[in-house]
Protein backbone atom coordinates (compact mmCIF):
# COMPACT_ATOMS: atom_id res chain seq x y z
CA UNK A 1 0.00 0.00 0.00
CA UNK A 2 1.04 3.56 -0.34
CA UNK A 3 -0.23 6.91 -0.21
CA UNK A 4 -0.04 7.70 -3.54
CA UNK A 5 -2.36 7.61 -6.26
CA UNK A 6 -0.24 8.64 -8.90
CA UNK A 7 3.15 6.93 -10.02
CA UNK A 8 6.49 8.61 -9.85
CA UNK A 9 6.93 10.78 -12.78
CA UNK A 10 9.97 9.62 -14.63
CA UNK A 11 12.06 12.94 -14.74
CA UNK A 12 11.67 12.74 -10.63
CA UNK A 13 12.72 9.38 -10.39
CA UNK A 14 15.77 10.60 -12.06
CA UNK A 15 16.43 13.59 -10.10
CA UNK A 16 15.85 11.97 -7.04
CA UNK A 17 17.54 8.78 -7.37
CA UNK A 18 20.83 8.28 -6.35
CA UNK A 19 21.45 4.48 -6.75
CA UNK A 20 24.15 5.20 -9.79
CA UNK A 21 26.73 6.58 -7.02
CA UNK A 22 25.47 5.43 -3.60
CA UNK A 23 25.72 1.82 -4.55
CA UNK A 24 29.34 2.16 -3.88
CA UNK A 25 28.46 2.42 0.01
CA UNK A 26 27.37 -1.45 0.12
CA UNK A 27 29.89 -2.61 2.08
CA UNK A 28 29.14 0.01 4.90
CA UNK A 29 25.48 -0.73 4.39
CA UNK A 30 26.18 -4.21 4.99
CA UNK A 31 28.45 -4.33 8.09
CA UNK A 32 25.69 -1.76 9.56
CA UNK A 33 22.78 -3.95 8.72
CA UNK A 34 24.50 -6.72 10.49
CA UNK A 35 25.62 -4.96 13.47
CA UNK A 36 21.22 -3.71 13.46
CA UNK A 37 20.37 -7.11 13.13
CA UNK A 38 22.68 -8.57 15.80
CA UNK A 39 21.37 -5.42 18.55
CA UNK A 40 18.00 -5.64 17.52
CA UNK A 41 18.54 -9.88 18.11
CA UNK A 42 20.46 -9.04 21.68
CA UNK A 43 17.87 -6.80 22.92
CA UNK A 44 15.01 -8.68 22.23
CA UNK A 45 13.33 -6.18 20.10
CA UNK A 46 13.11 -8.81 17.20
CA UNK A 47 13.66 -12.94 18.01
CA UNK A 48 17.01 -14.79 18.10
CA UNK A 49 15.28 -16.77 14.85
CA UNK A 50 14.46 -13.55 12.91
CA UNK A 51 17.95 -12.19 13.81
CA UNK A 52 19.81 -15.45 12.50
CA UNK A 53 17.33 -15.28 9.27
CA UNK A 54 18.56 -11.73 9.18
CA UNK A 55 21.87 -12.33 9.00
CA UNK A 56 22.05 -15.41 6.87
CA UNK A 57 20.34 -13.43 4.24
CA UNK A 58 22.69 -10.55 4.52
CA UNK A 59 25.52 -12.69 3.81
CA UNK A 60 23.62 -13.82 0.59
CA UNK A 61 23.20 -10.51 -0.44
CA UNK A 62 26.55 -9.58 -0.14
CA UNK A 63 27.64 -12.63 -1.56
CA UNK A 64 25.83 -11.47 -4.89
CA UNK A 65 27.05 -7.73 -4.41
CA UNK A 66 30.70 -9.08 -4.02
CA UNK A 67 30.00 -10.71 -7.43
CA UNK A 68 28.69 -8.78 -8.72
CA UNK A 69 25.64 -10.32 -9.45
CA UNK A 70 22.95 -8.34 -7.35
CA UNK A 71 20.50 -7.51 -9.67
CA UNK A 72 19.90 -3.97 -9.14
CA UNK A 73 16.33 -2.68 -10.56
CA UNK A 74 15.47 0.97 -12.64
CA UNK A 75 13.25 1.02 -9.83
CA UNK A 76 15.89 1.13 -6.21
CA UNK A 77 15.91 4.68 -5.46
CA UNK A 78 19.24 4.21 -3.31
CA UNK A 79 21.54 1.05 -2.31
CA UNK A 80 19.65 1.22 1.42
CA UNK A 81 16.16 -0.02 -0.23
CA UNK A 82 18.01 -1.72 -3.29
CA UNK A 83 19.52 -4.32 -0.31
CA UNK A 84 16.15 -4.38 1.75
CA UNK A 85 14.26 -5.08 -1.36
CA UNK A 86 16.55 -8.14 -2.32
CA UNK A 87 17.14 -9.13 1.21
CA UNK A 88 13.47 -9.33 1.02
CA UNK A 89 13.40 -11.25 -2.20
CA UNK A 90 15.67 -13.84 -0.79
CA UNK A 91 14.09 -14.11 3.06
CA UNK A 92 10.41 -13.08 2.60
CA UNK A 93 8.79 -10.96 4.48
CA UNK A 94 10.85 -11.34 7.54
CA UNK A 95 13.11 -9.52 5.42
CA UNK A 96 10.86 -6.27 6.59
CA UNK A 97 12.23 -6.52 9.72
CA UNK A 98 15.47 -5.24 9.56
CA UNK A 99 14.25 -1.40 9.21
CA UNK A 100 12.75 -1.83 12.68
CA UNK A 101 14.04 1.61 14.98
CA UNK A 102 16.10 2.68 11.84
CA UNK A 103 15.35 4.80 9.71
CA UNK A 104 17.16 5.81 5.97
CA UNK A 105 17.92 9.28 7.86
CA UNK A 106 20.61 7.20 10.53
CA UNK A 107 20.95 5.05 7.86
CA UNK A 108 22.82 6.91 5.37
CA UNK A 109 25.02 9.14 8.32
CA UNK A 110 26.28 5.89 8.95
CA UNK A 111 27.35 4.65 6.29
CA UNK A 112 28.33 8.05 5.24
CA UNK A 113 30.82 8.04 8.49
CA UNK A 114 32.32 4.62 8.19
CA UNK A 115 33.25 5.61 4.55
CA UNK A 116 35.02 8.74 5.33
CA UNK A 117 36.33 7.06 8.42
CA UNK A 118 37.97 4.51 6.26
CA UNK A 119 38.82 7.38 3.28
CA UNK A 120 40.19 9.83 5.91
CA UNK A 121 42.64 6.75 7.30
CA UNK A 122 43.62 5.73 4.17
CA UNK A 123 44.76 9.25 3.14
CA UNK A 124 46.65 10.09 6.47
CA UNK A 125 48.42 6.97 5.18
CA UNK A 126 49.01 8.15 1.74
CA UNK A 127 50.06 11.66 2.99
CA UNK A 128 52.77 9.59 5.84
CA UNK A 129 54.20 7.96 2.92
CA UNK A 130 54.59 10.72 1.00
CA UNK A 131 56.28 12.44 3.47
CA UNK A 132 58.77 9.38 3.73
CA UNK A 133 59.52 9.73 0.22
CA UNK A 134 60.79 13.49 0.56
CA UNK A 135 62.14 13.07 3.31
CA UNK A 136 64.50 10.23 1.66
CA UNK A 137 64.98 12.22 -0.95
CA UNK A 138 65.70 15.23 1.11
CA UNK A 139 68.55 13.14 2.79
CA UNK A 140 69.76 12.01 -0.32
CA UNK A 141 70.59 15.65 -1.71
CA UNK A 142 71.26 17.35 1.86
CA UNK A 143 73.56 19.33 0.62
CA UNK A 144 72.95 20.51 -3.24
CA UNK A 145 72.60 23.81 -3.61
CA UNK A 146 69.73 25.13 -5.60
CA UNK A 147 68.26 28.87 -6.02
CA UNK A 148 65.64 29.56 -3.86
CA UNK A 149 62.93 32.10 -5.24
CA UNK A 150 60.88 34.63 -4.51
CA UNK A 151 58.72 35.88 -8.14
CA UNK A 152 60.18 32.83 -9.85
CA UNK A 153 63.00 34.99 -9.17
CA UNK A 154 66.43 33.64 -8.20
CA UNK A 155 66.08 35.11 -4.69
CA UNK A 156 68.95 32.89 -2.28
CA UNK A 157 70.51 29.79 -2.74
CA UNK A 158 69.35 27.15 -0.58
CA UNK A 159 70.11 22.83 -0.29
CA UNK A 160 67.55 21.29 -2.12
CA UNK A 161 67.19 19.12 1.54
CA UNK A 162 65.30 22.58 2.18
CA UNK A 163 63.12 22.85 -0.32
CA UNK A 164 62.09 18.97 -0.39
CA UNK A 165 61.35 19.45 3.47
CA UNK A 166 59.13 22.29 3.01
CA UNK A 167 56.45 20.32 1.37
CA UNK A 168 57.10 17.18 4.15
CA UNK A 169 55.66 20.16 6.16
CA UNK A 170 52.85 20.98 4.13
CA UNK A 171 52.06 17.63 4.07
CA UNK A 172 52.21 16.71 7.72
CA UNK A 173 49.81 19.48 8.25
CA UNK A 174 47.24 17.66 5.92
CA UNK A 175 47.84 14.38 7.51
CA UNK A 176 46.77 15.97 10.88
CA UNK A 177 43.73 17.19 8.91
CA UNK A 178 43.01 13.71 7.57
CA UNK A 179 43.54 12.27 11.00
CA UNK A 180 41.02 15.23 12.11
CA UNK A 181 38.38 14.40 10.33
CA UNK A 182 38.41 9.81 10.85
CA UNK A 183 38.24 11.32 14.07
CA UNK A 184 34.86 13.22 13.28
CA UNK A 185 33.65 10.49 11.38
CA UNK A 186 34.55 8.30 14.56
CA UNK A 187 31.12 9.16 16.36
CA UNK A 188 27.87 6.57 15.51
CA UNK A 189 24.67 7.93 14.11
CA UNK A 190 22.18 5.00 14.34
CA UNK A 191 20.03 4.74 16.36
CA UNK A 192 18.65 8.60 15.39
CA UNK A 193 16.22 7.23 13.97
CA UNK A 194 14.43 9.80 11.42
CA UNK A 195 14.86 12.43 13.79
CA UNK A 196 13.94 12.02 17.56
CA UNK A 197 15.61 8.77 18.28
CA UNK A 198 13.63 5.58 18.76
CA UNK A 199 10.75 4.13 20.57
CA UNK A 200 12.79 0.81 21.42
CA UNK A 201 15.05 0.22 23.84
CA UNK A 202 17.95 -0.35 21.77
CA UNK A 203 21.82 -0.84 22.73
CA UNK A 204 23.38 1.50 20.81
CA UNK A 205 26.66 1.10 22.25
CA UNK A 206 27.39 -2.27 21.25
CA UNK A 207 26.51 -1.18 17.01
CA UNK A 208 29.21 1.18 17.94
CA UNK A 209 31.43 -1.58 19.09
CA UNK A 210 31.08 -3.93 16.56
CA UNK A 211 31.01 -1.21 13.79
CA UNK A 212 34.22 0.02 15.33
CA UNK A 213 33.20 3.49 16.26
CA UNK A 214 34.83 5.46 18.99
CA UNK A 215 31.79 6.70 20.37
CA UNK A 216 27.46 7.72 19.87
CA UNK A 217 26.28 10.72 18.90
CA UNK A 218 24.69 12.60 21.91
CA UNK A 219 22.00 14.11 20.19
CA UNK A 220 19.86 12.59 17.31
CA UNK A 221 18.58 15.71 15.86
CA UNK A 222 22.32 16.58 15.35
CA UNK A 223 23.01 13.20 14.48
CA UNK A 224 21.37 12.92 11.37
CA UNK A 225 22.02 16.67 10.14
CA UNK A 226 25.08 16.06 10.14
CA UNK A 227 27.75 16.05 7.79
CA UNK A 228 30.90 18.55 9.43
CA UNK A 229 33.08 15.26 9.24
CA UNK A 230 32.59 15.22 5.30
CA UNK A 231 33.19 18.59 5.42
CA UNK A 232 35.91 18.01 7.41
CA UNK A 233 37.39 15.24 4.62
CA UNK A 234 37.31 17.67 2.03
CA UNK A 235 38.72 20.72 3.84
CA UNK A 236 41.39 17.96 4.16
CA UNK A 237 41.73 16.84 0.87
CA UNK A 238 41.49 20.80 -0.53
CA UNK A 239 44.37 21.71 1.23
CA UNK A 240 46.51 18.78 0.52
CA UNK A 241 45.28 19.04 -3.38
CA UNK A 242 46.64 22.42 -3.22
CA UNK A 243 49.97 21.85 -1.92
CA UNK A 244 50.31 18.90 -4.20
CA UNK A 245 49.57 21.65 -6.94
CA UNK A 246 52.15 23.70 -6.04
CA UNK A 247 54.78 20.73 -5.98
CA UNK A 248 52.98 19.88 -9.56
CA UNK A 249 53.78 23.21 -10.42
CA UNK A 250 57.16 23.25 -9.53
CA UNK A 251 57.95 19.33 -10.91
CA UNK A 252 57.21 20.64 -14.19
CA UNK A 253 58.94 24.09 -14.09
CA UNK A 254 62.22 21.87 -12.72
CA UNK A 255 61.84 19.16 -15.88
CA UNK A 256 60.95 21.81 -18.84
CA UNK A 257 64.46 22.22 -20.19
CA UNK A 258 65.04 25.52 -19.89
CA UNK A 259 65.53 24.37 -16.22
CA UNK A 260 66.11 20.67 -16.14
CA UNK A 261 66.34 20.78 -12.38
CA UNK A 262 65.06 16.84 -12.86
CA UNK A 263 64.34 14.17 -15.03
CA UNK A 264 60.71 12.50 -14.07
CA UNK A 265 60.44 8.95 -13.96
CA UNK A 266 59.30 7.24 -17.31
CA UNK A 267 56.24 5.43 -15.55
CA UNK A 268 54.91 9.17 -14.38
CA UNK A 269 55.20 10.96 -18.08
CA UNK A 270 53.61 10.40 -21.24
CA UNK A 271 55.37 10.59 -24.34
CA UNK A 272 53.73 13.04 -27.26
CA UNK A 273 51.69 11.78 -30.38
CA UNK A 274 53.62 13.74 -32.86
CA UNK A 275 56.91 14.92 -31.29
CA UNK A 276 59.06 11.76 -30.82
CA UNK A 277 61.94 13.62 -28.74
CA UNK A 278 59.17 14.93 -25.74
CA UNK A 279 58.81 13.32 -22.63
CA UNK A 280 55.42 15.34 -20.84
CA UNK A 281 55.14 15.82 -17.07
CA UNK A 282 51.31 14.84 -17.47
CA UNK A 283 51.09 13.88 -14.17
CA UNK A 284 52.58 16.74 -12.36
CA UNK A 285 50.37 18.69 -14.72
CA UNK A 286 47.49 16.82 -13.07
CA UNK A 287 48.61 17.61 -9.97
CA UNK A 288 48.25 20.87 -10.63
CA UNK A 289 44.95 20.51 -12.69
CA UNK A 290 43.12 18.51 -9.92
CA UNK A 291 43.43 20.69 -7.29
CA UNK A 292 40.58 23.09 -7.93
CA UNK A 293 38.16 20.49 -8.40
CA UNK A 294 38.92 19.16 -5.34
CA UNK A 295 38.48 22.51 -3.43
CA UNK A 296 35.23 23.00 -5.56
CA UNK A 297 33.51 19.89 -3.71
CA UNK A 298 34.50 21.44 -0.14
CA UNK A 299 32.66 24.63 -1.45
CA UNK A 300 29.52 23.16 -3.20
CA UNK A 301 29.04 21.04 0.55
CA UNK A 302 29.24 23.98 2.17
CA UNK A 303 26.37 25.55 -0.14
CA UNK A 304 24.45 22.85 0.28
CA UNK A 305 24.45 23.02 4.14
CA UNK A 306 24.38 26.49 4.31
CA UNK A 307 21.16 27.48 5.84
CA UNK A 308 19.40 24.16 6.33
CA UNK A 309 16.82 23.77 8.25
CA UNK A 310 16.84 20.68 10.68
CA UNK A 311 17.33 17.73 10.15
CA UNK A 312 17.47 15.81 7.31
CA UNK A 313 17.00 17.17 3.50
CA UNK A 314 17.17 16.11 0.60
CA UNK A 315 19.53 18.25 -0.31
CA UNK A 316 22.08 16.48 1.98
CA UNK A 317 22.01 13.54 -0.87
CA UNK A 318 24.24 15.88 -3.10
CA UNK A 319 26.86 15.16 -0.47
CA UNK A 320 28.01 11.73 -1.75
CA UNK A 321 29.17 12.49 -5.18
CA UNK A 322 31.41 15.17 -4.06
CA UNK A 323 33.21 13.47 -1.58
CA UNK A 324 33.38 10.21 -3.79
CA UNK A 325 35.03 12.40 -6.37
CA UNK A 326 37.65 13.75 -3.96
CA UNK A 327 38.55 10.21 -1.84
CA UNK A 328 39.28 9.57 -5.92
CA UNK A 329 41.11 12.25 -6.23
CA UNK A 330 43.11 12.88 -3.45
CA UNK A 331 44.21 9.31 -3.72
CA UNK A 332 45.33 8.90 -7.31
CA UNK A 333 47.39 11.97 -6.77
CA UNK A 334 49.19 11.05 -3.48
CA UNK A 335 49.92 7.89 -5.41
CA UNK A 336 51.63 10.43 -8.34
CA UNK A 337 53.38 12.32 -6.06
CA UNK A 338 55.26 9.68 -4.17
CA UNK A 339 55.85 7.90 -7.11
CA UNK A 340 57.26 11.61 -9.01
CA UNK A 341 59.58 12.17 -5.91
CA UNK A 342 60.85 8.63 -5.18
CA UNK A 343 61.94 8.50 -9.11
CA UNK A 344 62.49 11.84 -9.80
CA UNK A 345 66.56 12.33 -10.90
CA UNK A 346 67.50 15.32 -9.50
CA UNK A 347 71.09 17.33 -11.47
CA UNK A 348 73.13 18.28 -9.13
CA UNK A 349 75.52 20.43 -11.68
CA UNK A 350 72.65 22.41 -13.27
CA UNK A 351 71.55 23.48 -9.86
CA UNK A 352 74.45 24.78 -8.34
CA UNK A 353 75.43 26.52 -11.36
CA UNK A 354 71.89 28.16 -11.38
CA UNK A 355 72.59 28.60 -7.46
CA UNK A 356 76.16 30.49 -8.42
CA UNK A 357 74.27 33.61 -9.82
CA UNK A 358 76.39 36.11 -7.86
CA UNK A 359 74.07 38.50 -7.44
CA UNK A 360 72.47 36.13 -5.15
CA UNK A 361 74.89 37.31 -2.45
CA UNK A 362 73.34 40.68 -2.87
CA UNK A 363 71.94 40.21 0.69
CA UNK A 364 75.10 38.78 2.02
CA UNK A 365 76.94 42.00 1.36
CA UNK A 366 74.39 44.24 3.27
CA UNK A 367 74.58 42.19 6.15
CA UNK A 368 78.48 42.31 6.07
CA UNK A 369 77.95 46.25 6.27
CA UNK A 370 75.61 45.63 9.07
CA UNK A 371 77.90 43.27 11.09
CA UNK A 372 80.74 44.59 10.39
CA UNK A 373 80.32 48.24 9.91
CA UNK A 374 77.65 48.72 11.95
CA UNK A 375 75.47 50.25 9.37
CA UNK A 376 71.66 50.28 9.56
CA UNK A 377 70.58 47.51 6.93
CA UNK A 378 68.35 50.56 5.31
CA UNK A 379 71.56 52.08 4.01
CA UNK A 380 73.22 49.40 3.64
CA UNK A 381 70.76 48.24 1.05
CA UNK A 382 71.23 51.35 -0.54
CA UNK A 383 74.97 50.93 -1.10
CA UNK A 384 74.60 47.39 -2.28
CA UNK A 385 71.52 48.40 -4.75
CA UNK A 386 74.32 51.17 -6.25
CA UNK A 387 76.99 48.23 -6.46
CA UNK A 388 74.45 45.93 -8.50
CA UNK A 389 73.82 48.68 -10.71
CA UNK A 390 77.53 49.12 -11.28
CA UNK A 391 78.20 45.84 -12.02
CA UNK A 392 75.21 45.38 -14.20
CA UNK A 393 75.69 48.73 -16.39
CA UNK A 394 79.73 47.72 -17.06
CA UNK A 395 78.81 44.45 -17.93
CA UNK A 396 80.81 42.88 -14.08
CA UNK A 397 80.08 40.04 -11.99
CA UNK A 398 80.02 41.93 -8.07
CA UNK A 399 83.53 39.88 -7.61
CA UNK A 400 84.89 42.06 -10.35
CA UNK A 401 84.58 45.63 -8.84
CA UNK A 402 87.65 46.85 -7.53
CA UNK A 403 88.75 47.74 -3.86
CA UNK A 404 88.55 51.23 -4.93
CA UNK A 405 85.47 51.75 -6.76
CA UNK A 406 83.82 49.39 -3.12
CA UNK A 407 85.68 52.10 -1.04
CA UNK A 408 84.24 54.90 -3.70
CA UNK A 409 80.40 53.40 -2.68
CA UNK A 410 81.08 53.77 0.97
CA UNK A 411 83.85 54.84 3.84
CA UNK A 412 83.00 51.46 5.12
CA UNK A 413 85.06 49.25 2.37
CA UNK A 414 87.87 51.62 3.06
CA UNK A 415 88.15 51.26 6.92
CA UNK A 416 86.47 48.48 9.01
CA UNK A 417 85.86 45.80 5.84
CA UNK A 418 88.94 43.93 4.36
CA UNK A 419 88.70 43.45 1.03
CA UNK A 420 89.25 40.11 1.63
CA UNK A 421 85.54 40.07 3.61
CA UNK A 422 83.86 41.19 0.71
CA UNK A 423 85.28 38.52 -1.63
CA UNK A 424 84.62 35.64 0.83
CA UNK A 425 80.67 36.49 1.05
CA UNK A 426 80.65 36.03 -2.67
CA UNK A 427 81.42 32.13 -2.30
CA UNK A 428 78.21 30.35 -2.90
CA UNK A 429 78.74 28.15 0.57
CA UNK A 430 79.03 31.01 2.38
CA UNK A 431 75.36 32.27 1.30
CA UNK A 432 74.00 29.12 2.25
CA UNK A 433 76.25 28.41 5.37
CA UNK A 434 75.31 31.73 6.78
CA UNK A 435 71.62 31.21 6.92
CA UNK A 436 71.84 29.68 10.97
CA UNK A 437 68.47 30.86 11.93
CA UNK A 438 66.57 27.78 13.36
CA UNK A 439 64.66 26.72 10.06
CA UNK A 440 66.95 28.21 8.36
CA UNK A 441 69.31 26.57 5.36
CA UNK A 442 72.58 26.32 6.74
CA UNK A 443 73.53 22.37 6.92
CA UNK A 444 73.74 22.32 10.66
CA UNK A 445 69.68 23.73 10.56
CA UNK A 446 68.94 21.25 8.11
CA UNK A 447 70.32 18.50 9.92
CA UNK A 448 68.16 19.40 13.17
CA UNK A 449 65.08 19.53 10.68
CA UNK A 450 65.93 16.14 9.17
CA UNK A 451 65.80 14.89 12.60
CA UNK A 452 62.75 16.39 13.77
CA UNK A 453 60.79 15.21 10.44
CA UNK A 454 62.01 11.43 11.23
CA UNK A 455 60.32 11.86 14.83
CA UNK A 456 57.08 13.28 13.47
CA UNK A 457 57.53 10.16 10.46
CA UNK A 458 57.45 7.83 13.75
CA UNK A 459 54.93 9.69 15.21
CA UNK A 460 52.67 9.11 12.76
CA UNK A 461 53.36 5.61 12.11
CA UNK A 462 52.85 5.14 15.65
CA UNK A 463 49.41 6.96 15.72
CA UNK A 464 48.40 4.76 11.76
CA UNK A 465 49.08 1.76 13.73
CA UNK A 466 47.01 2.61 16.95
CA UNK A 467 44.14 3.68 15.17
N1 LIG B 1 19.51 8.47 -0.65
C1 LIG B 1 19.28 9.27 0.49
C2 LIG B 1 20.48 10.18 0.74
O1 LIG B 1 21.46 9.93 0.16
C3 LIG B 1 19.08 8.41 1.70
C4 LIG B 1 18.29 9.08 2.81
C5 LIG B 1 16.90 9.26 2.38
N2 LIG B 1 16.09 9.73 3.45
C6 LIG B 1 14.87 10.22 3.24
N3 LIG B 1 14.21 10.65 4.27
N4 LIG B 1 14.36 10.34 2.04
O2 LIG B 1 20.45 11.15 1.46
Known amino acids: MSRFTEPQHSDFKALNSSIEFDRRLWPQDIAQSRAHARMLAATGIISGADGEALLAGLRLVEGELERGSFPFQADDEDIHMAIERRLTELIGPVGGRLHTARSRNDQVATDLALYTKQAAARAAESTRGLMAALLAR ?6 WPMPGYTHLQRAQPVYLSHHLLAYFWMLARDRQRFAFAQAQADVLPLGAGALAGVSFETDRRMVADELG ?9 DAVSNRDFVLDYLAAA ?16 WSSEEFRFCELPDAWSSGSSIMPQKKNPDAAELLRGKAPRVVSKLSALHGVMHALPLTYNKDMQE ?8 VETIELSLAAARGMIAGARFDAERMRSAASDEMLAATEIA ?8 MPFRQAHGVVAALVRDALETGRSLSQITPDELASHSDAF ?13 SQESWLESKVSEGGTALSRVRDQIALARQVLAEA ?5 GG
Open 138 to 143: AEQHID
Open 213 to 221: FATVSPNSL
Open 238 to 253: ASCATHLSRLGAELVL
Open 319 to 326: DKEGLFDA
Open 367 to 374: DLLVREAG
Open 414 to 426: AGPLAPERYGEVL
Open 461 to 465: SEAQR
